[in-house]
């Protein structure tokens, strides 16, 4: 189905992006949540995903917050933390949702 190769595709190219910067560590938050939402639909558990999705948002928030406040250590600490697991774990969690894909596909 290209529904779902182009899927495969956007998650790949975010994947590759991912270590360049935070804004596209967001956006492979965003193809992840697009995947998740998709193999769901599919009666396919996508909740794998889940995870990957708390950690990058996590660290989106508490930069955003940083952005509104001020610089905050604790939040600084926080916001590197989740960032760096996300950054650690992204590939196995990118790779079982492409197989996962894969098997859909006719």
């Known amino acids: 189905c290209a529904g779902l ?16 910067g935070k804004e596209e560590l967001h956006r492979l ?8 939402y998709l193999l769901d639909a599919l009666g396919r558990s996508g909740d794998f995903l889940k995870n990957l999705q708390s950690r990058i948002g996590r660290a989106h928030d508490l930069e955003l917050l940083q952005k509104l406040l001020g610089f905050c250590p604790a939040a600084a600490r ?3 933390r989740e960032r760096t697991a996300a950054r650690h774990g992204m590939r196995p969690v990118v790779a079982r949702a492409l197989r996962e894909l894969e098997s859909l596909a006719p």
């Open 29 to 36: 938050r965003i193809e992840a949540k697009k995947t998740r």
């Open 78 to 80: 926080i916001e590197a």
């Open 5 to 20: 190769r182009r899927r495969a595709h956007s998650l790949r190219e975010a994947l590759a992006a991912a270590p360049r």
